[in-house]
């Protein structure tokens, strides 16, 4: 495959993806004290099939779902945090062909992706709303960070996904 198709194909998966993301994060699975978007499930599943590049899609689906959800204050936290984790996970993840990811960096690529979303949004909240409001929004984004990775490291077992061939 020619570098002009492959970076051709680089840019359509990263398109797609980031559409995957903004549905992901816009459905909303109910739980006992609340929801959780499947946004992260997609975002861990890009890093999975893009690598490092994954950044893109997860800063731009995500930001646009705030955008369009009506919370501008967090479009450009969003961007960063989301890019930040679509990054981290993708460099841990980064595939060589036909060696497999071990279960244990699937598992570390989604912890510290979800450790970044925590923190992230701790310090973003912590500086707008103060440290109690924050801390209030802790236990949401912890349910959020668990249904993230118990999502994601299941999809990064898909075959197809492991075909794909960027």
Do not use: C, W
């Amino acid at each position: 495959m020619s570098d002009q198709r492959r970076h051709l194909r680089k840019i359509t998966f990263a398109g797609l993806l980031a559409a995957f993301i903004f549905v992901g994060t816009e459905i909303h699975v109910p739980t006992a004290i609340g929801h959780v978007n499947l946004g992260d499930v997609v975002i861990l599943v890009s890093s999975y099939i893009l690598g490092p590049i994954a950044a893109i899609p997860a800063a731009i689906g995500s930001a646009l779902a705030d955008l369009l959800a009506g919370y501008p204050q967090y479009i450009a936290p969003t961007f960063v945090i989301k890019g930040v984790m679509g990054l981290v996970a993708g460099l841990i993840l980064r595939r060589k062909p036909d060696i497999k990811v071990p279960f244990y960096k699937r598992l570390i690529a989604a912890i510290l992706a979800e450790a970044i979303m925590l923190g992230g949004y701790f310090v973003f909240e912590s500086l707008m709303y103060g440290s109690t409001a924050a801390t209030g929004s802790l236990i949401p984004n912890l349910i959020q960070a668990a249904a993230g990775i118990i999502g994601s490291i299941p999809l990064t077992y898909v075959k197809s996904f492991d075909n794909v061939r960027l």
